[in-house]
């Protein structure tokens, strides 16, 4: 029953939007129509990490209403273009990137964290990001940040169980579910979510 | 006991029940990204989905999600078939007016390629 209520907890807490009040201005000044995602800068020591964010972002931003480039066709452009390295990319003013691609704003994102943390019997799973949406003109209209972290439950499997789940996330720590929870709690339901898209907006009646 | 809390695991885990509809049909782009980086050699898969997904929209006569039709593009450039990869960035660019500039810059690039290829062959 315990593992009722925490998983209710759990769910009602990931649910609840706050009252939104947050300075949208310069957002909506640029009112972008389309994002350009460039690959992810990796402070975890996942290599594979930000590849996997990547294919976490196209479908959250366009049904927000966004026209989102092609994200592994924007990857292979830009290693045409010699920029395989995320911290060169990001180090690139945005104004040639945006033009580059004819976008009309930039999404950057840092991943802090990539992990899964072993204690006796536990495994935590954390991912943290940093995100910063820059539009054409290299004005910063956007930024977020999120951690999001699980720790498989056991019911009623004993000490053994415990240990063998623990185990278990630790060979394989599911990082996707929680990339995904972070992208809608950022761009969907949080605070400062981002205004709906003009594929949203023109939409409605 | 064991299989509810699991399942409550998962509608955590899968975003909540608030789950909005999509306005979209994503076919699996997401996983199929996922695998195609997990494993390269699975990139000619995502090429076959794709390809099989874009056929379908067109016989049902649906709009494709936005990139899509660019990401095959690039597959097919990536494989060699140019000729396949203009036409899918022509019809990206035709779907979608923001991609304009890229899809227009991509398809001359393969055709200058190509050009330049001739060239070579008939000196």
């Not at chain 1, 964010?53 to 924007?74: C, D, H, Q, R, W």
């Not at chain 1, 990339?179 to 949080?190: D, I, K």
Request: proline fraction near 5%; hydrophobic fraction near 40%; include cysteine.
């Amino acid at each position: 029953m315990k593992i009722l209520i925490i998983g209710l907890t759990l769910m009602l807490a990931g649910c609840v939007t706050p009252p939104a009040k947050y300075d949208m201005s310069a957002f909506q000044a640029a009112a972008p129509r389309s994002i350009l995602v460039v690959p992810m800068v990796n402070r975890s020591l996942d290599l594979d990490a930000p590849n996997y964010v990547l294919s976490t972002l196209p479908i959250p931003l366009a049904e927000k209403g966004y026209y989102v480039f092609p994200v592994n066709t924007t990857k292979y452009v830009l290693e045409q273009e010699g920029m395989y390295e995320a911290d060169r990319i990001h180090a690139q003013p945005t104004e040639s990137l945006a033009k580059l691609f004819g976008a009309d704003a930039v999404l950057y994102i840092t991943i802090n964290r990539w992990d899964a943390q072993y204690a006796f019997i536990t495994t935590t799973v954390t991912v943290d990001f940093d995100y910063r949406i820059v539009s054409k003109d290299g004005t910063e209209i956007w930024k977020a940040h999120k951690t999001m972290q699980y720790t498989p439950q056991n019911s009623n499997t004993g000490l053994l169980g415990a240990i063998i789940s623990a185990a278990l996330a630790r060979a394989t720590p599911n990082y996707m579910p929680l990339a995904q929870q972070a992208n809608r709690q950022v761009f969907v339901l949080g605070e400062n979510a981002l205004p709906d898209g003009p594929y949203l907006t023109n939409k409605a009646p | 006991m064991r299989l509810v809390a699991l399942a409550f695991t998962a509608l955590v885990l899968s975003g909540c029940a608030t789950q909005s509809r999509h306005t979209y049909d994503w076919d699996g782009y997401d996983s199929m990204l996922y695998a195609g980086y997990k494993d390269p050699a699975r990139m000619q898969e995502m090429k076959l989905e794709l390809e099989r997904h874009i056929a379908e929209m067109d016989r049902s006569g649906q709009k494709i999600a936005p990139g899509l039709l660019a990401e095959l593009g690039t597959l097919y450039l990536q494989s060699g078939s140019s000729d396949q990869a203009i036409m899918m960035y022509g019809r990206e660019r035709d779907t979608w007016p923001e991609s304009q500039g890229l899809m227009t810059a991509m398809i001359k690039n393969i055709e200058r390629r190509k050009k330049a290829k001739m060239e070579v062959i008939t000196q």
